[in-house]
């Protein structure tokens, strides 16, 4: 199979031998540099429109990633159609949740009521990231919840403490960023 | 976005990533199908036994699993060039990655597996199961790692003097940069070099890392080697059949074939057309989880397959 090496001392010995014809065919050197740079111009690297080019692209999650989306995703599935007793197998006997808006921590049956009250409304789980400590996985990631009577997305953010052995959910903390990350025009795949 | 440590990852031993897994990673969905997804590295779990009503819970009833058209183009065929790109590259500890990238690559077009996203089509007609390798290129100056796509980009356009013509040129970029913090494994991706499409692929050096492990035990490759491949494998199906902007396959959530049955496993090993022999998950097919005749993916949606 053809095979090419490009190396830093190749380069250098390349870059050498430009400056050392330059040099002898003075006479040439502006059409030569004119030459180069639209021949440089011409081979821009580009991306798609719309494309900015800062952060990757559709990407394979790692296995911790596609696990806890997995069971965030159940979860969230649960809650939204109302399926309390999946929802509540899915709790550790210890849960509790806290948010922004209240001061103290709310047990899991309380969290449930008030979940399974609340509007159903289409939830999307992005942008997630996973630490993993041990037997408890710390688990960050937006949620954005569909527009209701002409208001827009609403966006919280939370961060989930989940037992590993047993795929339990110990804690929940939640708010609403002032300033949320947004959403991408296009799923990322991790959502 | 993702960018917090996985602390696990980084301290994974190397011996750990190379012994037999004794965790029960049996699909709750099907007993014949690895599921990754459950083994989650941690204390041992003795086997994880869904409830029936968690299980239940996992399949998500009333969501729609299948693939979905957006419009664009899809690629027919690809012309796949390797980029092995950083000074490490140059060690004889990481020459079984260039030769076995290339076998995988060689062996790739016409295999069973490739033929898994055939039944895909675009504004340019139909995927097939034709990939050609065309051997690969060493770039021996410091790398990036993949947080920005434009950086990988430049280095396929600095690399490839002259692109596939026809757009159909696929170049995977693997560096010599370990993942950190990052949470994902690879990703693809695309743009234009002298203004000719090119698809292209970023891959983390993913030596002693158990966050993009398929944990293969067969002996056949080096680790590192073996989770290459794997994430090779993913990449290539989905630049085939949801080439970027503006895209064609992909679901209501924003997954391609090689996300919906990421780290599952259909068959121990799948085999290649030229003899060779990998650990890769499955791709996802509407049409086998129409049929019934898929594997379950991590959320019991048997659409997933190994081979076709």
């Not at chain 2, 709750?28 to 819970?57: F, K």
């Not at chain 2, 092995?84 to 076995?100: L, M, Q, R, T």
Request: proline share 6%; charged share 20%.
């Amino acid at each position: 199979m053809p095979v090419r090496q490009v190396t830093p001392a190749h380069r250098a010995r390349a870059s050498f031998c430009i400056s050392a014809r330059a040099r002898s065919l003075a006479g040439v050197t502006a059409l030569a540099v004119g030459a180069a740079l639209a021949s440089s111009a011409a081979a821009q690297p580009r991306l798609p429109p719309g494309v900015d080019g800062s952060a990757p692209a559709p990407a394979t999650a790692t296995r911790a990633v596609a696990h806890y989306l997995d069971l965030e995703r159940a979860l969230a599935a649960a809650l939204r159609e109302h399926r309390r007793e999946a929802a509540a197998q899915m709790l550790a006997p210890e849960f509790e949740a806290r948010s922004g808006e209240a001061l103290d921590a709310i047990g899991a049956r309380a969290w449930l009521d008030a979940q399974l009250r609340a509007r159903t409304t289409p939830t999307v789980v992005r942008d997630l990231a996973v630490r993993e400590l041990g037997d408890l996985a710390v688990v960050s990631f937006f949620v954005d919840a569909a527009p209701v009577r002409g208001a827009g997305t609403t966006t919280l953010y939370v961060v989930d403490i989940w037992r590993e052995s047993d795929a339990r959910l110990m804690a929940r903390y939640e708010a609403q960023p002032a300033h949320p990350l947004r959403a991408p025009a296009r799923p990322r795949g991790r959502e | 976005m993702l960018r917090h440590l996985l602390i696990a990852a980084l301290a994974a031993p190397l011996s750990a990533l190379a012994a037999p897994h004794d965790k029960d990673t049996t699909s709750p969905y099907d007993p014949t199908v690895e599921d990754l997804n459950l083994d989650r590295g941690g204390p041992p779990m003795l086997g994880i036994h869904w409830a029936r009503e968690h299980a239940a819970s996992r399949t998500r009833p009333g969501s729609n699993p299948l693939m979905t058209y957006h419009g664009g183009k899809i690629m027919k065929t690809a012309t796949t060039q390797a980029i092995f790109w950083g000074p490490s590259w140059n060690n004889a500890g990481f020459a079984d990655k260039i030769n076995g990238i290339d076998l995988f690559y060689g062996g790739h077009g016409g295999s069973n597996y490739a033929k898994t996203s055939d039944e895909y089509t675009g504004s340019n007609g139909q995927v097939t199961a034709t990939t050609m390798h065309i051997g690969h290129l060493v770039d021996l100056s410091t790398a990036a790692g993949g947080n920005r796509t434009s950086v990988i980009l430049a280095e396929v356009c600095k690399m490839v003097s002259s692109p596939d013509s026809q757009g159909n040129g696929y170049y995977a970029v693997y560096s010599d940069v370990k993942r950190g913090g990052a949470q994902y494994c690879a990703y693809h991706s695309a743009g234009t070099c002298n203004g000719v499409p090119v698809q292209f692929a970023f891959f983390f050096n993913l030596d002693g890392d158990s966050g993009c492990d398929p944990q293969d035990t067969s002996g056949l490759h080096s680790q590192g080697l073996a989770a290459l491949a794997n994430v090779s494998a993913h990449e290539l199906a989905e630049a085939r059949t949801d080439p970027a902007s503006p895209g064609a396959w992909y679901d209501g959530q924003g997954e391609e074939n090689g996300d919906k049955c990421a780290w599952t496993f259909g068959a121990p090993l799948v085999a290649f057309s030229n003899g060779t022999q990998w650990k890769l998950q499955g791709e996802w097919s509407n049409a086998a989880y129409n049929a019934k005749t898929g594997y379950p993916n991590s959320a019991g949606q048997r659409g997933c397959l190994s081979g076709k």
